[in-house]
């Protein structure tokens, strides 16, 4: 299971990755050439999904929930958005039921 949500760590970091660096040029106006590490995290996220252990709807539920997570994480690292209790507590209950999925 460790191994599982390692993989989904990782898999969340890249999707996160791409799509920011893509909203960075669509909505900030940076550099276009944003836009190839963002294709690389792209298909870096995409291959990771392959080596999920199984295209149930049961993983994508619980990728998903380690994606709001990461999201949340991102949102106070990257963006200097302050959490609010409501995020912690919306971040604590969908990780519980993660672990209540993949159990």
């Known amino acids: 299971m460790l191994r599982t949500a390692g993989l989904f760590l990782i898999t969340a970091v890249a999707e996160i990755v791409g799509c920011y660096l893509t909203d ?3 909505r900030h106006q940076r550099s276009v050439w944003l836009l190839i590490p963002a294709a690389f995290s792209l298909g870096l996220f995409a291959w990771l999904l392959t080596l999920h252990p199984t295209a149930s709807g049961r993983v994508y539920a619980s990728y998903g929930a380690v994606y709001v997570a990461m999201a949340l994480v991102w949102l106070q690292m990257v963006d200097g958005v302050p959490l609010t209790l409501r995020d ?3 971040g604590g209950v969908i990780l519980t039921g993660m672990t209540i999925l993949m159990g």
């Open 24 to 26: 960075l040029v669509l």
């Open 88 to 90: 912690l507590i919306g």
